[in-house]
T-cell receptor, first 114, second 116 residues
């Protein structure tokens, strides 16, 4: 069955520093991969997705992610973090039972220090 | 274009009561799915509806049910509430109907249910 591992529960980054959030997946074929962000008290917002093609994908808010098949990873990066990036970030893959069912990682909470 | 609208945003119930949550998808989106989010279990899939038919269901007891109307609006119901049902319930809609996995879900802001 598909699964997603986000090994970091919390990460603290200084404002202006670079960021990398890790995501490892288990998926039978070439995966579809998603990163969502959740601000406090809000729903999930899609940051970016990988379906095929270029393994480096660009998303909103200056985020990017790189698909590495050999490492079963899809890490999220941002070169310079802003205080407004403080939120919880979720990596997700479609379930093998399909029909809109996403399997989410446990999330990484990003704290941004001044 | 309006996003996914969920009502109510917050509600408090007591054990044994029932609750109904509503979701209006993005115009033109015919697939609606529901997720439960709790600190302990994370994000878990409840069910998905397309054209008024439930196509997929997660591993939840029968107290959790849903339906979809002809205008694609959806409701979910939880009967005989338990303390553990306290959660953020998220609705998502998608314009695609296939089973490819290449479906981008747009989520609403959620309904925060507290069971006392």
């Amino acid at each position: 069955a598909q699964s997603v591992t986000q090994p970091d529960i919390h990460i603290t980054v200084s404002e202006g520093a670079s960021l990398e959030l890790r995501c490892n997946y288990s998926y039978g074929a070439t995966p579809y991969l998603f990163w969502y962000v959740q601000s406090p008290g809000q729903g999930l917002q899609l940051l970016l997705k990988y379906f095929s093609g270029d393994t480096l994908v660009q998303g909103i808010k200056g985020f990017e992610a790189e698909f590495k098949r050999s490492q079963s990873s899809f890490n999220l990066r941002k070169p310079s973090v802003h205080w407004s990036d403080a939120a919880e970030y979720f990596c997700a893959v479609p379930s093998d039972t399909g029909f809109q069912k996403l399997v989410f990682g446990t999330g990484t909470r990003l704290l941004v220090s001044p | 274009k309006a996003g996914v609208t969920q009502t109510p945003r917050y509600l408090i119930k007591t054990r044994g009561q029932q609750v109904t949550l509503s979701c209006s998808p993005i115009s033109g989106h015919r697939s609606v799915s529901w997720y439960q989010q709790t600190p302990g279990q994370g994000l878990q899939f409840l069910f998905e509806y397309f054209s008024e038919t439930q196509r997929n269901k997660g591993n939840f007891p029968g107290r959790f049910s849903g339906r979809q109307f002809s205008n694609s609006r959806s409701e979910m119901n939880v009967s005989t509430l338990e303390l553990g049902d306290s959660a953020l319930y998220l609705c998502a809609s998608s314009p695609r109907s296939d089973n490819s996995g290449a479906n981008v879900l747009t989520f609403g802001a959620g309904s925060r249910l507290t069971v006392l």
